[in-house]
């Protein structure tokens, strides 16, 4: 679990305002940080209904612990992808994913907590400024 707070404050600092620096030394690099990333918008989608599958999965005693880790930290893979080319405009994003990952590392998992942290997480996407914006 250590490795997933690594990527996700990495991923956060990079969509926080308090990471300006970051944000300049990406465009520094080529990228920029708006713009469609439909791709990384999908994937994000995607990993976080498969969260939200196997968190109810966890409820219904049809999943386990360390596959809805697991499926946490695939989410959050996702999103660094994401932030990196996204930049601030997945701020709100990132902010749920906090709360994904703080369920994920309560002890015992908070399912309720877990699976409001991912539905946010879902209705950010369609909800933030673009990139993800249809």
Known sequence: MKRVTAVVSAALCLTLAGCAQAGNDQR?????????????????????????????????????????????????D????????????LARTGDALQRVEDA?????VDTKALREATN???TTLTTDPPPCTP
């Open 28 to 76: 520094a690099r080529g990228t920029t940080t708006s713009g469609p990333i439909q791709a990384e918008c999908a994937d994000l989608e995607t990993k976080a209904g498969a969260l939200a599958v196997v968190a109810n999965g966890l409820s219904t005693g049809e999943a386990t612990v360390n596959q809805v880790r697991s499926a946490g930290a695939d989410l959050i």
């Open 120 to 122: 946010e997480v879902r």
């Open 78 to 89: 996702s999103f660094a992808d994401a932030a990196e080319k996204a930049g601030p405009d």
């Open 104 to 108: 994920l590392t309560a002890q015992p």
